[in-house]
């Protein structure tokens, strides 16, 4: 089944205390990308990616770090997580460019830092 | 800075209503449409898309939206909602030849029986 999965889907840790989100896709798309969700603010992209080894910046990059090693693969890396990194992160994924093409997404992990 | 607005944030409709959910964007060059629908608990699901070509697009369910150049929209209508169609919308503009997704703020659609 085509998809793209993130684990894990719920997570609550303490401030500084790093973490991974990862983030994988089984239909060899091109690009990827992390987003946040936050009551009143929409979703927001974090970071994304057109390509291995290709990222960069989306609106609100302050805090996070990605790395995109294999084409299906698009971890998002939280060094030192604060309380206001606390949200719903969606990864999604498009065969091609955005603008080129639709995005699919992931379920979402909550993250609550404390 | 680019921007998308929808001004609804929260509608409440019976069964049966019509719905119109505006999006407005800020952006003078050629954009590529989107809008997206989250139901309670899941992830974003594709509604419909514009790209090009005829403005007024179908999508999925029953949606439709159309394209108004001259006043930089994109607004969703349904003629007939069901209790089903409870969920938060979203509408997202890429601005054309790059690879950023904005988003607007959501509007959060509740249908009663």
Redo the contacts between chains.
């Keep these: 089944e085509a998809q793209v999965t993130q684990n894990p889907r719920y997570l609550i840790t303490v401030t500084g205390k790093k973490l991974t989100v990862t983030c994988s896709q089984n239909m060899n798309h091109e ?1 990827m ?1 992390w ?1 946040r969700q936050d009551p ?6 974090i970071y ?1 990616s ?1 390509n291995v080894e290709v990222t ?1 910046k ?2 609100v990059p302050e805090g996070y770090k990605v790395s995109r090693k294999e084409k299906r693969n698009f971890p998002l890396i939280l060094e030192s997580p604060s309380p206001n990194q606390t949200s719903l992160y ?1 990864c ?1 994924s498009s065969p091609t ?3 080129a093409d ?2 699919y ?4 992990t909550r993250l609550t830092v404390l | 800075a680019q921007s998308v607005s929808q001004h609804n944030h929260h509608v409440i409709l019976s069964e049966a209503a019509s719905l119109e959910l505006g999006c407005n964007y800020s952006y003078g060059g050629t954009v590529n449409l989107f809008w997206y629908v989250q139901y309670p608990g899941q992830h974003l699901q594709l509604l419909l898309k514009y790209f090009s070509g005829d403005p007024l697009v179908k999508g999925i369910k029953g949606f439709e939206a159309e394209f108004i150049k001259s006043k930089f929209s994109f607004n969703l209508r349904k003629p007939s909602v069901q209790w089903s169609d409870t969920a938060e919308y979203f509408c997202a503009v890429i601005l054309y030849n790059t690879d950023k997704l904005i988003f607007g703020t959501g509007t959060r659609l509740q249908v009663f029986p």
Aim: cysteine-free.
């Design positions: 690009y990308s987003y009143g603010l929409g979703l927001r992209q994304y057109m960069d989306g609106d969606f999604a460019r955005l603008s639709t995005q997404f992931g379920p979402g």
